[in-house]
């Protein structure tokens, strides 16, 4: 019985710690993120050029919002 709970709590702990690392990924795309080809609770990095050396614009679309926030990150 132990060992059946010891199992169970390993592959549980497997699958979300595989499935929290994938949907936290922040991607780099090529193309500037739009209002239309940004999903709502996402965010991209963009090189956009207009922020400092070392750093990347963040592009981010609110849950329930229709606008895109922008901020300079470091990647």
Same mark, same amino acid.
């Given at each position: 019985?132990?060992?059946?709970?010891?199992?169970?709590?390993?592959?549980?702990?497997? %699958?979300?710690?595989?499935?929290?690392?994938?949907? !936290?990924?922040?991607?780099?795309?090529?193309? +500037? /993120?739009?209002?239309? #080809?940004?999903?709502?609770?996402?965010? %991209?990095?963009?090189?956009?050029?207009?922020?400092? !050396?070392?750093?990347?614009?963040?592009?981010? +679309? /609110?849950?329930?919002? #229709?606008?895109?926030?922008?901020?300079? %990150?470091?990647?």
């Amino acid at each position: 019985m132990r060992s059946l709970f010891l199992c169970l709590s390993g592959a549980c702990l497997l %699958v979300l710690s595989s499935a929290s690392g994938s949907m !936290a990924a922040t991607q780099t795309v090529t193309t +500037k /993120p739009t209002l239309e #080809n940004l999903p709502p609770g996402t965010s %991209v990095y963009f090189d956009d050029k207009k922020c400092g !050396a070392g750093m990347i614009a963040k592009y981010s +679309k /609110p849950q329930r919002r #229709n606008q895109l926030k922008r901020e300079c %990150v470091k990647p």
